[in-house]
């Protein structure tokens, strides 16, 4: 499975982005989807994971009420909505992919990752 991350950037304190992460090579409605991010210095943190079907969706805390993950199965793409945005939120957001299907958080529980796109947020 091969994973691509766009939509990063550079934006203001409270700006919102949305990433995506487009999926090829294996069969994405097998997959739970998971978004991590990695700041300088900083190891690899969960952000959000989404179930197969797309009915159940876990938040790390420092995501709650900003951030929405979502997937079109359809169209092989999971997104991470993120508003309200701050200096911290800055980092590599990766994708993922876990293979056993599972919402969880464990980052070595996950299979296969995108090569991660740059989130820079300006205070």
């Known amino acids: 499975v091969q994973l691509v991350e766009s939509g990063g950037g550079l934006v203001q304190a409270g700006g919102s982005l949305r990433l995506s992460c487009a999926a090829s090579?294996?069969?994405?409605?097998?997959?739970?989807m998971g978004w991590f991010r990695q700041a300088p210095g900083k190891e690899r943190e969960f952000v959000a994971v989404?179930?197969?079907?797309?009915?159940?969706?876990v938040y790390a805390n420092s995501a709650k009420g900003r951030f929405t993950i979502s997937r079109d199965n359809a169209k092989n793409t999971v997104y991470l909505q993120m508003n309200s945005l701050k200096p911290e939120d800055t980092a590599v957001y990766f994708c993922?992919?876990?293979?056993?299907?599972?919402?969880?958080?464990?980052?070595?529980?996950?299979?296969?990752w995108g090569q991660g796109i740059q989130v820079t947020v300006s205070s």
């Open positions: 993922a992919a876990d293979q056993d299907g599972l919402a969880q958080r464990i980052i070595s529980e996950y299979d296969y």
């Open positions: 090579g294996g069969t994405f409605n097998n997959y739970a």
């Open positions: 989404i179930s197969r079907s797309g009915r159940t969706t």
